[in-house]
């Protein structure tokens, strides 16, 4: 989720995973998918870091 500007290394496939997505043991069993947006990162003078997504399943209407 992070990418060095000085070596490159976004280019080279050399970044960190820096960023994270943090929940409840309940709520963690409802996270379907998870990414990390590289596609955020290839734009004109972009952050250092990309944005981390998660997908839970949670039913709204039951809350």
Same mark, same amino acid.
């Given at each position: 989720?992070?990418?060095?500007?000085?070596?490159? &290394?976004?280019?080279? !496939?050399? #970044?960190?995973?820096?960023?994270?997505?943090?929940?409840?043991?309940?709520?963690? +069993?409802?996270?379907?998918?998870?990414?990390? &947006?590289?596609?955020? !990162?290839? #734009?004109?003078?972009?952050?250092?870091?990309?944005?981390?997504?998660?997908?839970? +399943?949670?039913?709204?209407?039951?809350?």
């Amino acid at each position: 989720s992070y990418w060095d500007y000085r070596n490159g &290394d976004f280019h080279k !496939r050399r #970044g960190l995973r820096i960023d994270y997505l943090l929940s409840s043991r309940a709520h963690a +069993d409802l996270c379907r998918a998870d990414l990390i &947006d590289r596609n955020a !990162r290839k #734009g004109t003078k972009p952050s250092d870091h990309a944005p981390v997504l998660g997908l839970f +399943d949670v039913d709204v209407a039951g809350a």
